[in-house]
Structures are given as structure tokens and as C-alpha cells.
């Protein structure tokens, strides 16, 4: 009788659409092997399948550190620094090791939680092909065999991830994720949530504002994500945006004298396109890769990781750069190549299925990829009208699960404080127009403008950190339309 009614009870819990306060209270322990002194981490199971009862669970990783002054403790602020797929546990782990920042206010006044997403790092990572993933498919089809051969491709990926995930592959989105948070801000004992989320880390914050806006103290969105976008929008902003950044990257190229194109003829612009163009005619070797990077780099390849560069001015400019100079002068592309998946798990898994529920196309057609790309061109010359955003839209086509939760607009309303939003205007991948795009979404919501590059912001420890700080410490907004220059 007993056992019947415990599991009745827990039916109950796990049948329900949303999270419920029940008896499922965090127990902090040790960390596993590896995890630096200082942190404590638990196990919270949720449901594979939100909506279906008895569809199984799965259990999520948490990290905490906690406040360093218990007094002055205002409660637990959950981070999340995007991807999608980027798993949370490893910024507490940098920051213990020197190699992250959060600031002395922030130590004192929370416990920093890390919650890895589901399918992400140690919470069930998506399984896939390695084999599979480390063929090289063009981004962009230019005839009709190459646009079915994509789709193919992507096919064949996908199904080698149902099998070697399960169920779960099809329960990855973003909305789930954010219940599942709603799960950990309750086991934690039902406490207001305070969340810094970066990147892909505001939209999943957002998702979750409009699911329980009245649940949440405060809520930092820094290099904001606009859900409401679909293909076309999405990617010919982004790519917009990368460009203008580009443009940014050059003057500083040719006039800093850490640059390793510091003053020279050629240009660091022609010295790009150069690369570029010797690149699409074929692929340059990167001698340095064995085993754990692609041992040549295609253009496209050179396009989509120095976006990745220019995410960080302070160490990316200087690494595209001498990227770019070991590339021009030694036919060495080593600093752009693609590291190869080595694991089943492998950390770009849950990503790409994340974004495959979230962003797959609808449908798509090979004339309707070419008029965008010319499009793209035209908008972003030297990047060839390439960015992540076209990357995520080609790689869903033939996903062999449907999307769950397409482009549409938020609505949150309710929440009892202001949503603090913050971006840069040369980010080279969450456009400015995606921040302003989500402050339509999100009622009261003030956005802080950075005049500067890079994505997000808290990094740079500059006057963009500390306004984050403020608000999050003493719920201080600034006026709105308030601009910061670092
Ligand atoms: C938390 O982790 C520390 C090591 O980082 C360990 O000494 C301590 O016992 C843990 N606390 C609990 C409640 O397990
Ligand atoms: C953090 O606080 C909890 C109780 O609040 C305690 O059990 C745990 O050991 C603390 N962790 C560390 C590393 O001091
Ligand atoms: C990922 O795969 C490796 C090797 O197969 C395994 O040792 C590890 O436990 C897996 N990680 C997780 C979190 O499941
Ligand atoms: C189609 O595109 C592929 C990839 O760019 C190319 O290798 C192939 O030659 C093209 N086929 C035709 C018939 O043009
Ligand atoms: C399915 O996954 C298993 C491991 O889980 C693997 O051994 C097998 O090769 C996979 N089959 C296909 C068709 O991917
Ligand atoms: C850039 O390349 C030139 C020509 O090979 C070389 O002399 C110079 O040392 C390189 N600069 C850096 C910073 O690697
Ligand atoms: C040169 O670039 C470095 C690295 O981004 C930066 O720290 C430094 O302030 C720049 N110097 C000047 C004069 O702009
Ligand atoms: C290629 O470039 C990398 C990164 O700058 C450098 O470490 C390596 O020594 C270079 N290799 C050769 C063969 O020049
Ligand atoms: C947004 O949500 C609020 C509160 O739930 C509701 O009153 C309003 O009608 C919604 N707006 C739209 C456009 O759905
Ligand atoms: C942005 O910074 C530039 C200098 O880098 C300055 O000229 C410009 O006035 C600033 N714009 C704003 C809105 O602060
Ligand atoms: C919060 O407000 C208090 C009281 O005004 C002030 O002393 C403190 O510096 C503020 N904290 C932050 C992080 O701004």
C-alpha cells in the first residue's frame, strides 16, 4: 500500500506539466574527480518528457559555490553561458581556477548555482556519431545534388543520435530547459530566482520569464538572443553584425602594435580576402592538428571560427590576427581549424540538437537558400554572407526529429522587478537588433548599450560589469537608453 501510494504521489509530480514544489530537496555532496576544491554539487531528476508522464527521467548536474559573507546573502543566482549546448558547471570550475570572473559583490551576496541543460555536460549529454560529425559538409549548396546531399547528410546524423541517445534527443528544447530550472529553483526550496545568463543564456532566461515571470528577483540578459526571428531574419542580421565587427577587427589590426599585421602592407582586409579566396579554391593545411583538429581548413571553416574569435577583443583579436599572418605568409591555418569530435558525448552534440528543436527550418528549398546567400553576400562581403545563424539553419535540414519550439515572440509580463538587458554594438554574433528585437518581448525591460565589440559583456569587467552588479545586488536599473563605453 505504501509503495502504491509513493508512487501514485510521485505519478502525480511527474504527470504534471510544469514543476511542482514536492519533497525533492537538493542534498549538496562532493564533486566528482577533477572539480576544484570549494565547490559542492548535487543530482536533480526531471522528466525526459514534460508533457507525458512515465515517459522516464533523466538527472541534471548541479554546482554551487556558496556566498562568501552568509549575512549578507540575498539567495542563489543560476548561471548559463549559452552555446546552446554550453554546459554551466565548467565557468564555476574557471572561475575557481583564476580563469573566469565574477565579481567580489557577487561572491558575497549569493551561492552561484551552475546547472548543466539537459543533453548537455554531465546532465545525459546527447550521444551521436563522432565518425559522422567529422565529415566535412558544405555549408552553402550551390546545385541541386549538393542541396540533397546536405539533407542527406543531416539525416543520417540525426538518426545516429536517436539511437545512441533515445528519447531524449526529441526533449532537448528550450522550453523543457526551462522547466527544468523552475525544478531546481524549487528543490532549492522555492527561493525568487536571480539568473545571468549570457548569449543563448538569455533566451532560455527569457523562456523562462514568460513561463513564471512572477518567480523572479532579478534577471540579467547579457548578448541577447531574439527568439522571434526565423531563418532569413536571423541569419542576415547576424551576418550584418559580423561584418561591421569584421570592420572593427581591421582598424585595430593595422594600428595596434600587438597585431601581428601591425603596420603592413598588405592590409589585415586584404590580407583576409587573400586567405579567403585562396581557401575556396582549397583547403589550407593546418600541420599542428593531429588527431584532435581537421588536419586542413576550408573557407567556410576560416569564416565560422573567426567569428568565434572576435568574441572576446582582448584575446580574440590578437589570435585572429596571428591566425591570419601564420595563414598569409606560412600556408599555416593551424589556428583555424575545426576540432574534431573524439567522444560519443562529444560537448557539440547537445548543441546542435538544442538548436535543431528550437531553429529547423520549416521547410526549404535550394532556390530559396541561394536568393538568401546572395542576399547575405551582398550584406557581408568579407564574410561571405557566412555566420553560426546559417550554420544552425542548414544543419537541421532532414533532422530526423521535428522542431518543438519554433521562432515565435515571447511575451513576459509580470515579472515583479525590471529584466536587465545588455549588449554591444559591434557583437559579432547577438546583433544589437536582436537586443532591441527582445526588449519589445519583455515588459519594463531597460537594455544597456556597450559602445564597444565583443560578445557579452560581464567579462570585460568594465563600467557594463558593474551596472550588472548594481542590479543584481541592489535591483538599481539604470535610465533607460543608458550607454557604457566598457
Ligand atoms: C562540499 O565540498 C567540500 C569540498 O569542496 C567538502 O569538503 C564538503 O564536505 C562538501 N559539503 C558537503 C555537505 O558535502
Ligand atoms: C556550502 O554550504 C553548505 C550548507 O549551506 C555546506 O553544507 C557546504 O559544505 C558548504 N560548502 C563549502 C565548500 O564550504
Ligand atoms: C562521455 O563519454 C565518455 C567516454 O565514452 C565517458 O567516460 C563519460 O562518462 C561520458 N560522460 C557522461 C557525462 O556521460
Ligand atoms: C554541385 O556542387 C558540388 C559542391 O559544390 C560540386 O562538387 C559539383 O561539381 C556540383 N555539380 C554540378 C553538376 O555542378
Ligand atoms: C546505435 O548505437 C549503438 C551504441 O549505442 C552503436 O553500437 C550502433 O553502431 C549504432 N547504430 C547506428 C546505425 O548508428
Ligand atoms: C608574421 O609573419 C612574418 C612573415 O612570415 C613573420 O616574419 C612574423 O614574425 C610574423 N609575426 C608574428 C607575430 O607571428
Ligand atoms: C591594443 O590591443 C590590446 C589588446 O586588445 C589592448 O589591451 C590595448 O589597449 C590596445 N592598445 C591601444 C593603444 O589601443
Ligand atoms: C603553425 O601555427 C601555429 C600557431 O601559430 C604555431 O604554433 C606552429 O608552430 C606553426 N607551425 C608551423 C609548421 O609553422
Ligand atoms: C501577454 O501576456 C499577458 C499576461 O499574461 C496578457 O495579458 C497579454 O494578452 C499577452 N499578450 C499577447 C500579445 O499575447
Ligand atoms: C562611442 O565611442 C566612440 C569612440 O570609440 C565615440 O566617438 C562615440 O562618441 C561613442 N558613442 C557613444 C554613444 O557613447
Ligand atoms: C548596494 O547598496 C549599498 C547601500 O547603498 C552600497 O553600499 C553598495 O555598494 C551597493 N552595492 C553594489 C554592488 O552596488
Known amino acids: 500500500m505504501n509503495y502504491m501510494l509513493y508512487a501514485s504521489l510521485l505519478g502525480l509530480a511527474f504527470a504534471s506539466p510544469h514543476p511542482r514544489q514536492d519533497q525533492r530537496q537538493i542534498q549538496w555532496g562532493s564533486c566528482p574527480d577533477g572539480v576544484p576544491d570549494g565547490l559542492n554539487c548535487s543530482k536533480l531528476s526531471v522528466p525526459i518528457d514534460w508533457n507525458t508522464p512515465g515517459s522516464g527521467t533523466i538527472d541534471i548536474e548541479v554546482a554551487v559555490l556558496n556566498a562568501t559573507n552568509p549575512e549578507k546573502r540575498l539567495g542563489y543566482l543560476m548561471l548559463n553561458p549559452g552555446g546552446p549546448g554550453g554546459a554551466a558547471i565548467p565557468l564555476l570550475i574557471a572561475y575557481q581556477r583564476g580563469s573566469w570572473y565574477f565579481s567580489d559583490d557577487l561572491r558575497e551576496h549569493f551561492d552561484l548555482i551552475a546547472a548543466d541543460p539537459r543533453g548537455v555536460g554531465a546532465s545525459n ?27 542527406d547528410y543531416w539525416n543520417s546524423f540525426s538518426k545516429s543520435c536517436v539511437n ?44 523562462y520569464a514568460e513561463l513564471y515571470p512572477k518567480n523572479i528577483r532579478a534577471m540579467v540578459l547579457d548578448g541577447c538572443v531574439d527568439h522571434r526571428l526565423d531563418g532569413n531574419a536571423q541569419i542576415l542580421s547576424e551576418v550584418v553584425s559580423y561584418e561591421a565587427t ?15 599585421l601591425y603596420n603592413q602592407t598588405p592590409t589585415p582586409v586584404e590580407i583576409w580576402d587573400e586567405v579567403v579566396s585562396r581557401a575556396s579554391a582549397s583547403p589550407i593545411p593546418a600541420p599542428e592538428c593531429q588527431d584532435v583538429c581537421c588536419s586542413d581548413v576550408s573557407y567556410e571553416e576560416i569564416i565560422l571560427n573567426g567569428q568565434e574569435m572576435l568574441i572576446c577583443p582582448s584575446s580574440g583579436f590578437t589570435e585572429l590576427a596571428q591566425a591570419l599572418n601564420d595563414t598569409h605568409y606560412s600556408n599555416n591555418a593551424s589556428l583555424f581549424s575545426t576540432p574534431l569530435a573524439v567522444r560519443g558525448n ?49 544543419s537541421c535540414l532532414g533532422w530526423a526529429v521535428d522542431r518543438v519550439d519554433p521562432p515565435r515572440r515571447y511575451n513576459v509580463s ?17 546583433s544589437f537588433q ?49 550607454v557604457v563605453q566598457d
Not at 548543441?351 to 550584406?379: K, M, N
Request: proline share 4%.
Open 346 to 394: 562529444d560537448s557539440a552534440f547537445g548543441g546542435q540538437a538544442i538548436q535543431c528543436l528550437d531553429w529547423q527550418p520549416h521547410q526549404s528549398t535550394l532556390d530559396a537558400v541561394l536568393y538568401r546567400q546572395q542576399a547575405a553576400e551582398w550584406l557581408g562581403p568579407h564574410v561571405r554572407g557566412l555566420c553560426q545563424s546559417l550554420q544552425v539553419v542548414m
Open 246 to 260: 569584421h570592420g572593427k577587427f581591421f582598424e585595430w589590426a593595422a594600428q595596434n602594435s600587438t597585431s601581428a
Open 414 to 430: 509580470g515579472t515583479p522587478n525590471t529584466v536587465l538587458q545588455v549588449n554591444a554594438l559591434w557583437d559579432p554574433s547577438t
Open 125 to 151: 549529454p546527447i550521444s551521436c556519431s563522432p565518425d559522422l560529425w567529422n565529415e566535412r559538409v558544405i555549408l552553402v549548396p550551390g546545385n541541386q545534388t549538393a542541396f540533397d546531399s546536405t539533407v
Open 164 to 207: 545512441a541517445t533515445g528519447p531524449l534527443f526529441g526533449h532537448v528544447d528550450t522550453a523543457s530547459a526551462a522547466k527544468d530550472i523552475e525544478a531546481l529553483r524549487l528543490a532549492l526550496g522555492g527561493e525568487q530566482l536571480n539568473w545571468l545568463g549570457f548569449s543563448y543564456g538569455t533566451m532560455l532566461g527569457s523562456q
Open 434 to 482: 536582436w537586443a532591441v528585437g527582445l526588449n519589445t518581448q519583455i515588459e519594463g525591460a531597460v537594455l544597456v548599450t556597450r559602445n564597444g565589440s565583443g560578445h557579452t559583456s560581464y567579462e570585460g569587467r568594465g563600467e557594463a560589469s558593474r551596472v550588472m552588479d548594481r542590479y543584481l545586488v541592489n535591483l538599481t536599473v539604470p535610465e533607460a537608453h543608458f
